[in-house]
């Protein structure tokens, strides 16, 4: 009896109690605060870089048919498997700082993916956008090192699916030129401060290039930053731009005749 | 304050239920477009680059 008494005063008191007090505000302002933070994180995480990638592409793609002046919805031919030796590649000159100079095209990242490449590794004018090219390293098809970078997590995370790759996987730069092949070899995990992946003979400092290397920088564990993950990839050949895309990737450049 | 709320709007309470959903989309919203990126860009990027220090 004694229990029910003491709960139905309880209630009683309770009824009693003022409506809003400030620790009930507090409360609520703090759950408010807990469900903004998961929605942030939701948005980084996810929504952003949907968002972020499309963007990336569309922006590629419209930069490979201005590069090809296909834009009349032609269908670009892709080159033949058996052609010419297209002799050495094609090397430009290193563009101005967070210039949209190339595309990376990696067929194991999806079949659409191509992703524009900037001169530079600067935060948020570049890496904010897409790859990087690290100032101070070749330029593509060059005798020597092009090392590329983006993240892994956020922004897009052009190079999230990065332990995919598999070897003998191909990987394309694109430009103006044409396309150059590389083709993905090995992954390497270095400290942050692991400048000497960027070499012209990675890791060997002060050696004289004969081979063409292409390596791709990103952050390691994925969402951390304690360690880098590295992939190289080795020149293969590559494709004059008037004699057509080579057939692997030629649904990415159909796309681009198309839109 | 979410109660109080709920007793001082002059609604049935299936149109409550409206103006609240209304209101947290509004919210969201507004936190896409206009706060996360700026939270975004404050907050330290997980860095990709390989750097001399």
């Known amino acids: 009896m004694t229990v029910e008494l003491s709960r139905v005063e309880r209630r009683r008191a309770e009824r009693r109690r003022p409506r809003v007090t400030v620790v009930g505000v507090l409360g609520e302002l703090l759950i408010t605060g807990g469900v903004l933070v998961m929605a942030f994180l939701g948005w980084q995480l996810w929504l952003n870089n949907v968002i972020s990638s499309s963007e990336q592409k569309t922006e590629a793609t419209q930069a490979s048919e201005q590069w090809s002046m296909s834009d009349k919805g032609e269908?670009?031919?892709?080159?033949?498997?058996?052609?010419?030796?297209?002799?050495?590649?094609?090397?430009?000159?290193?563009?101005?700082?967070?210039?949209?100079?190339?595309?990376?095209?990696?067929?194991?990242?999806?079949?659409?993916?191509?992703?524009?490449?900037?001169?530079?590794?600067?935060?948020?004018?570049?890496?904010?956008?897409?790859?990087?090219?690290?100032?101070?390293?070749?330029?593509p098809g060059d005798v020597g090192n092009v090392a590329l970078a983006a993240h892994r997590t956020g922004w897009g995370e052009p190079f999230r699916k990065i332990v995919d790759l598999q070897v003998g996987d191909n990987i394309y730069v694109e430009t103006e030129a044409g396309w150059y092949q590389y083709v993905y070899r090995s992954l390497e995990y270095v400290m942050p401060t692991g400048v000497g992946v960027l070499n012209p003979v990675p890791q060997v400092a002060d050696a004289v290039p004969t081979d063409r290397i292409l390596t791709l920088t990103s952050c390691n564990p994925i969402t951390t930053a304690a360690e880098r993950i590295i992939a190289y990839a080795v020149y293969e050949t590559w494709y004059p731009r008037a004699g057509g895309p080579p057939a692997e990737i030629a649904a990415v450049a159909q796309v681009a005749a198309a839109g | 304050m979410y109660g109080a709320l709920w007793r001082v709007l002059p609604f049935p309470a299936w149109l409550k239920v409206i103006v609240f959903v209304v209101l947290a989309a509004a919210v969201l919203t507004a936190c896409v477009l206009w706060v996360f990126p700026v939270i975004n860009d404050l907050t330290a990027p997980i860095d990709a680059t390989v750097e001399g220090g």
């Open chain 1, 75 to 139: 269908a670009v031919t892709p080159a033949p498997v058996e052609r010419a030796d297209p002799g050495a590649p094609q090397v430009d000159i290193a563009p101005g700082n967070a210039e949209h100079f190339a595309n990376v095209i990696i067929p194991r990242f999806g079949a659409d993916y191509t992703i524009p490449i900037r001169e530079g590794v600067g935060v948020k004018d570049v890496l904010a956008y897409g790859v990087g090219h690290y100032p101070d390293t070749q330029m």
